[in-house]
Structure formats: C-alpha cells, structure tokens
T-cell receptor
Framework: EDKVVQSPLSLVVHEGDTVTLNCSYE??????LLWYKQEKKAPTFLFML????IEKKSGRLSSILDKKELFSILNITATQTGDSAVYLC???????????FGQGTRLTINP | GAGVSQSPSNKVTEKGKDVELRCDPI?????LYWYRQSLGQGLEFLIY????????KSGLPSDRFSAERTGGSVSTLTIQRTQQEDSAVYLC????????????FGSGTRLTVV
C-alpha cells in the first residue's frame, strides 16, 4: 500500500525561528513529490520535486528530495505568524493520476 | 472562472439523507479530482475525471458514493444514505490536463452528518 508519513504532526515555535518539516514515503512507482500549505480549507501549491538533490526555493521556503532514502524536507527560515498553517506532503504515483497525501504537519508560529 | 468553485461551503444533514456537492472547475481544465479530508487527517483520494475518458473511481469508499461530470465541466459528488463517518471536508481540484501541473483546489464543502 502506498504510504506518505509526515513528522512532526504538530510544531509550535517562536517567530524568527527556523523549522524543518519531514516527509517520508513508500510507494510502488514514484513520479513526483509535492508540498502544499493549507491555512483554512484550500491547499495552496508550494513545490513540486522530481529529481534528487536539487533544492527548490521560494523566498524563505525551500525544499529538497532524496530519492535514495525516500524522503523530503521543507525548510522555513525566519518564520512569521503568517506561516502558521498545516503543511501537506503528497506523492504522485507514476501511471496513476492521484496524489497520496501524508497526514500533514500543523505549524504554529507564536509572536 | 478564476478559481475552482465549490458549493455549498457548509452542509449539515441528518443521518440517512442524500447530499449533493458541486464543483465548478477552472475553465478549460480537463482534469478534475475529488478528495476527502477527515478531521486531523490528510487528503484521501476519491475519484478522478479526465476529459471524456472513464473516471478513476478507485478511491470511492462505498457504493453510497457516486460522482458525475457533465459536459466535461461541472461535477457533482453524491452521497446517499449519509452516515456520521461521512462527516468531512470534501475538496475538489482541477488541472489543465492529466498530471498535477497547475493543480488548483477549491475551498471545499464541510459536510456534517448529525
């Protein structure tokens, strides 16, 4: 069974801290890994990673994929209260058109 | 439209009743997906439509769930004889073609079965 596991499930930090969110996966036929931010209902797209070792960056957020060890990390530096959200990791299975999601990490940034 | 539109945004129904949830994808997007998110959980795939091809229904949890997509645009997810375990947020997403490039989610319908 295809599985995506995120850790930690919940994280509370102070504004200005750096956080690292983890995503590991066990799937039959990997194509890509995606990160989403979910603040209320609609997840919004952050990154799609297909190749190992290539860092994707957007402002204070960055992510990298390790296809040998089957995991990805999402880093957020100099966190702000607006970064508070649930961060979802998902894997696209080659040959299927559906994403398999992890449980999410609930990140809370305190001022 | 500018984004994926879902209605209603909230629905409270009595156990045993049927409900219909609607999704209006981004104009021109040929791929449409339904997901379910139970409290504190990740998203669970339900069904996928691509153009005129037969839908992938492999995620539908029981035969009480069905979905259709008329004219390659609007989709309706129907849950018959609702149960309390059906309570969840139902999210719809669309993309320009198969795959996830430009995969955009709607704001979802929060279904509560009492």
């Amino acid at each position: 069974e295809d599985k995506v596991v995120q850790s930690p499930l919940s994280l509370v930090v102070h504004e200005g801290d750096t956080v690292t969110l983890n995503c590991s996966y066990e799937v039959t036929n990997f194509r890509s890994l995606l990160w989403y931010k979910q603040e209320k209902k609609a997840p919004t797209f952050l990154f799609m990673l297909t190749s190992s070792g290539i860092e994707k960056k957007s402002g204070r957020l960055s992510s990298i994929l390790d296809k040998k060890e089957l995991f990805s990390i999402l880093n957020i530096t100099a966190t702000q209260t607006g970064d508070s959200a649930v961060y979802l990791c998902a894997v696209l299975i080659q040959g299927a058109q559906k994403l398999v999601f992890g449980q999410g990490t609930r990140l809370t940034i305190n001022p | 439209g500018a984004g994926v539109s879902q209605s209603p945004s909230n629905k409270v129904t009595e156990k045993g009743k049927d409900v219909e949830l609607r999704c209006d994808p981004i104009s021109g997007h040929t791929a449409l997906y339904w997901y379910r998110q139970s409290l504190g959980q990740g998203l669970e795939f339900l069904i996928y439509f691509q153009g005129n091809s037969a839908p992938d229904k492999s995620g539908l949890p029981s035969d009480r769930f069905s979905a259709e997509r008329t004219g390659g645009s609007v989709s309706t997810l129907t849950i018959q004889r609702t149960q309390q375990e059906d309570s969840a947020v139902y999210l719809c997403a669309s993309s320009p073609r198969w795959g996830v490039e430009g995969y955009t989610f709607g704001s979802g319908t929060r279904l509560t079965v009492v």
